[in-house]
């Protein structure tokens, strides 16, 4: 009996054991042909797509897209790098198109219980991209790594430099919210669950010409993420929350050179039959950020002559919006609720705290329409440190173009390079449970 009992464990252990798919470097038959790891990649996580485990340890060229979908309880050793060729005109039309503000990527990985470790390196040989000065409407600018239509991934201890765009993950998903009353949507179609731990990113330029739009995170049509105990060294958000992101937790960063942790930009496009922007509960603490164009920051377009566009929100329905309607200049519909920035430092920061419910629209547009993307439930607490003095002796600046419900502030704590610190805003609904005193912006 002892011995059928200590046989059937035996069974068991080796049937539950991961398989390991370990991947070679493939070197080119021909001198002048290009390395390519990529399909060799691929290929072991289709071997393993199933409980196994994908062991990178090597240092791998990659020139073709990294495609790596429909995985279950998969575990992912990145010990290696992963260094992506900076062939332009080759990436436009192999890297993989994801729809929103044409963002593209080398990597896509979905699936479900995917962890990712190991303290390698995915390296997105960028400074090609910087040079070459272009938007991602000239020419593909993909992004490292996405993770797309996923639940409960890990990823953690992973360092990616030198990104050509949105500096390292986007969290991707798709679902349609049309607008119900307050939070009555469905949030999230795929990717949720997701946490990034200890990760280090890195993408600045070597040359004159300045690195571009690289954000830290992305995260868009997202719920329940967590993003904590990292590093992140770029020229643009250090995170951002993109339409439809719930949910999230940031804390323990250290930020260096960004535009600060965003919401938004939202309200950007009209959209179809009522479909709306949302970021909803999201919560972030711990943060230092330093040398940074912003702090903490929310940012919405404001409305649009579009005659396709609802022009009052309280009477809006689905079928007030042509399905036609592609304004890219503002416009949208939606809301921002329950936001707080917690234990926030800033050093050497243009714009500590913002609110610019008139983003990247003209003034006068914004005076006749203005935003659709509501503003409420915002909490700034103990944001603390020093404004770089860009913007004389203003500290924060709260402006809407429709009214802001509910802005609250306590332990404001910034102080400008010289004098004395001063505050401003504009539509707020009440001022009362600000802790500084406000004046009305600048004409």
């Not at 949720?192 to 995170?217: C, E, Q």
């Not at 917690?342 to 006068?364: G, M, S």
Request: charged share 20%; proline share 4%.
């Amino acid at each position: 009996m002892r011995v059928f009992a200590f046989i059937l464990a035996l069974f068991l252990l080796v049937g539950t054991a991961r398989s390991d798919c370990e991947v070679d470097v493939h070197e080119p038959r021909h001198p002048s042909d290009t390395r390519d790891d990529g399909p060799a990649i691929n290929a072991a996580f289709q071997k393993c797509a199933r409980g196994g485990k994908v062991v990178l340890d090597k240092f791998y060229i990659v020139d073709s897209l990294l495609f790596t979908t429909d995985l279950h309880n998969v575990e992912i050793e990145l010990s290696g790098t992963i260094q992506y060729t900076p062939n332009i005109e080759k990436w436009s039309p192999d890297s993989y198109f994801l729809t929103y503000q044409n963002a593209t990527t080398f990597w896509f990985l979905s699936g479900d219980k995917i962890q990712m470790h190991g303290g390698g390196t995915i390296d997105g040989n960028g400074q090609d991209t910087g040079t070459a000065g272009g938007s991602s409407r000239t020419f593909a600018r993909p992004v490292p790594l996405t993770v797309g239509n996923a639940s409960h991934v890990h990823i953690e201890d992973i360092t990616i430099v030198n990104s050509p765009f949105w500096n390292n993950v986007r969290i991707y998903g798709s679902y349609t919210c049309i607008v119900a009353d307050s939070l009555g949507c469905k949030f999230v179609y795929n990717s949720t669950n997701v946490t990034y731990k200890n990760i280090k990113l890195d993408s600045v330029s070597y040359s004159d010409a300045p690195a571009a739009n690289t954000d830290g995170w992305d995260i868009y049509r997202s719920d329940e993420v967590i993003i904590k105990d990292s590093w992140i060294n770029n020229d643009d958000d250090c995170v951002s929350f993109k339409p439809n992101t719930t949910n999230v937790l940031v804390s323990n960063l250290w930020c260096n050179g960004s535009h600060g942790i965003s919401v938004g930009s939202l309200g950007q496009y009209v959209k179809y039959a009522g479909e709306v922007d949302i970021v909803a509960n999201i919560t972030i603490k711990d943060v230092s950020m330093n040398n940074a164009q912003n702090g903490a920051r929310i940012k919405v377009f404001g409305g649009s002559s579009d005659p396709g566009m609802p022009r009052n929100l309280n009477n809006f329905m689905p079928t007030d919006v042509s399905p036609d309607s592609a304004s890219t200049a503002g416009g949208g519909s939606g809301f921002v609720q329950n936001i707080t920035y917690h234990d926030y430092t800033v050093n050497n920061v243009d714009n500590p705290i913002l609110i610019d419910q008139c983003y990247d629209t003209a003034a006068d547009v914004c005076a006749q329409f203005p935003s659709l993307v509501t503003i409420s439930d915002v909490h700034f607490i103990n944001v603390k440190g020093t404004s770089s003095g860009a913007e004389g002796n203003v500290v924060a600046d709260l402006e809407c173009s429709s009214e802001c419900t509910d802005i609250t502030a306590n332990g404001t704590d910034i102080r400008p390079p010289d004098g004395a610190a001063t505050f401003t805003c504009q539509n707020i609904e009440s001022t009362d449970q600000l802790d500084f005193n406000c004046t009305a912006p600048a004409s």
